[in-house]
């Protein structure tokens, strides 16, 4: 196939697949704490914790949710700092601001519904970055382009938090689950919409430099959970 054509193809696709994420999460938006929050919450906030905001800081999250982290920062950023999320779905836009009104800090927050890559923000804008459970859902040939986004708009001095789900570490088996996990993934990718990543793999070759790295288990499945500097 000419190369134009692949690339209209992949371009095509991408939308496509963009399209059908934002309106997956439309719908579930209301539901989403239910469904996936109650197994993700610690290691979300684990990637937090390490992460270490500071006051007077500006952080932002990518694939804020339903705003659990957004709120969190924005307590520990003050009102000296500043707090962006930006997400693809106006329906988890719509949650987020509710929470972050009932948590009392919707002022410190900006929310911004875009698809990534790339980021709307200028450059050198944050000291910090932050995403969880977000990470694996971008195909991977697009994950490259989305830590390159967060290097432009970070501070010389930045750090990037991640949490994601993960590959097996190079002998280690893989549980039952993981191998269901990841054949749902690649046979029905419109119900299981993520893929496992060698996460700390990808940080190193995008040239970031890993000064906290742990990793848990989610129902016998391997969570990395890193903060890098750039």
Not at 141 to 152: D, F, L, P, S
Not at 173 to 200: A, G, N
Request: proline fraction near 6%.
């Amino acid at each position: 196939m000419p190369c134009d054509a692949l690339s209209l193809d992949l371009l095509v696709f991408h939308i496509f697949m963009s399209e059908s994420a934002r309106k997956f999460y439309d719908r579930i938006s209301d539901a989403y704490d239910l469904i996936a929050d109650a197994g993700e919450h610690r290691a979300r906030e684990r990637g937090l914790e390490l992460l270490a905001a500071q006051p007077g800081e500006s952080i932002l999250e990518i694939g804020f949710g339903t705003g659990h982290s957004l709120a969190e920062l924005a307590k520990a950023v003050g009102p000296q700092g500043h707090i962006s999320g930006v997400d693809i779905s106006q329906g988890m836009r719509d949650v987020a601001h509710r929470h972050l009104e009932q948590a009392g800090c919707a002022e410190l927050v900006e929310l911004v519904v875009a698809e990534v890559p790339p980021l709307p923000f200028d450059d050198h804008r944050f000291d910090a970055i932050t995403m969880s459970f977000t990470l694996e859902l971008f195909p991977p040939e697009t994950i490259g382009a989305v830590i390159q986004e967060c290097r432009r708009v970070l501070k010389p001095t930045g750090r990037l938090g991640v949490v994601s789900m993960a590959t097996v570490d190079n002998g280690d088996p893989k549980s039952v689950l993981e191998r269901t996990y990841i054949w749902m993934h690649e046979h029905f990718p419109h119900i299981v919409d993520c893929q496992p990543i060698p996460l700390e793999q990808i940080i190193r070759d995008a040239g970031l430099r890993l000064i906290e790295h742990e990793r848990i288990s989610l129902f016998t499945m391997p969570v990395a959970i890193i903060v890098a500097a750039t």
